[in-house]
């Protein structure tokens, strides 16, 4: 099993009282641990412009800026978004962007890409909040566009969202074909029909009985295009709250709701109950067992939140230790 790590960025109420000065130093200093390190094969950061779980004007910094700066600064891990929102740039100059971040990280990154969902902040950017089909409608043809670009230098498409004329990508990322595709989410009818047919990678839902039926869904598109199903690695994100004992666990989950009730205090019991609920709650020995058990359904990628990463990296170093290498 590999193991990715998200980056605070602030985006999940993650940097709060740290001083914006002192923002790139914490981030980019968590991104040096995982690089240095072994047990994580990536680092992530998520593509919002406005904070979650309200938009309280909290920091959340750009994804992609985020990951041209991480591909100067590291030098092993690779470099991925969870997940790009195809409609938030033009996808022949996210291609453009994608690979130029390819060519600086000596071809290490990652494109997560999915059809968003965040109405908020769709609006508040003035790009409309079109329905869900449109929204995956323009996830697919941006993808034509990027395999096109990426394979070829050159693309030209007529689509109902997207159109482009001979645009021209030089030089090519360093990557054969361009950056493996990430498409996230779990919509079963459209979203994991696009997976089946342009992805390296899926992203969806990691409580087990979730998986199972999503990974069979994706099985039965695989099938009917022809694809084999083994091709597409399946991946999972999960809010991970550790503990060497289950007192630790505990305090640690207080610290969640504490931490959160200093800018959202309307919504900290309904996310530090979400957090509560989630799949990699426990001490390193549960985390392994749960791990394992999800090795068996298929997920093979674990990508992995903590909420007091940039305070406190003693839950990363235990996981690192403890359950990293019990998967390995």
């Not at 959340?60 to 041209?68: K, M, P």
Request: a negative charge; hydrophobic letters at 40%; one cysteine or more.
């Amino acid at each position: 099993m590999r193991f990715g790590l998200f980056i605070p960025q602030g985006w999940r109420q993650d940097l709060t009282g740290i001083e914006p000065r002192d923002h790139w130093a914490v981030m980019n200093g968590l991104a040096q641990h995982a690089d240095t390190g072994d047990a994580f094969d990536s680092i992530w950061v998520y593509d919002h412009f406005h904070a979650v779980p309200e938009p309280n004007g909290e920091a959340t910094h750009e994804a992609w800026s985020l990951i041209n700066a991480y591909a100067a600064t590291t030098s092993r891990v690779k470099l991925g978004q969870m997940c790009t929102c195809m409609a938030y740039r033009n996808p022949a100059y996210l291609a453009k962007v994608a690979a130029t971040a390819d060519v600086i990280s000596g071809g290490r990154v990652q494109m997560g890409i999915g059809a968003g969902w965040y109405e908020h902040e769709w609006r508040a950017y003035g790009y409309g909040f079109p329905r869900a089909g449109e929204r995956l409608a323009m996830l697919d043809e941006g993808v034509q566009i990027f395999k096109q670009l990426w394979t070829n230098g050159v693309a030209t498409f007529q689509g109902k969202h997207y159109q482009v004329d001979g645009a021209q990508l030089a030089p090519l990322p360093l990557q054969v074909d361009g950056p493996p595709l990430w498409i996230a989410g779990g919509g079963e009818r459209k979203t994991l029909r696009i997976a089946a047919e342009h992805a390296q990678f899926t992203n969806f839902d990691g409580h087990p009985e979730v998986f199972t039926h999503k990974s069979e869904v994706l099985r039965g598109h695989c099938e009917a295009i022809g694809r084999p199903f083994e091709e597409i690695t399946r991946s999972s994100n999960f809010n991970v709250v550790i503990g060497e004992t289950e007192a630790d666990v505990d305090d640690r989950m207080a610290w969640v709701e504490e931490h959160l009730s200093l800018t959202v205090p309307d919504k900290a019991p309904e996310v530090a109950e979400e957090f509560r609920k989630g799949v990699l709650v426990g001490t390193p020995e549960q985390l392994v067992e749960k791990l394992r058990d999800l090795e068996k359904l298929g997920m093979t990628y674990a990508i992995t939140y903590f909420a007091e990463a940039a305070y406190d990296r003693s839950g990363i170093e235990l996981f690192e230790r403890e359950v990293v290498p019990a998967l390995r």
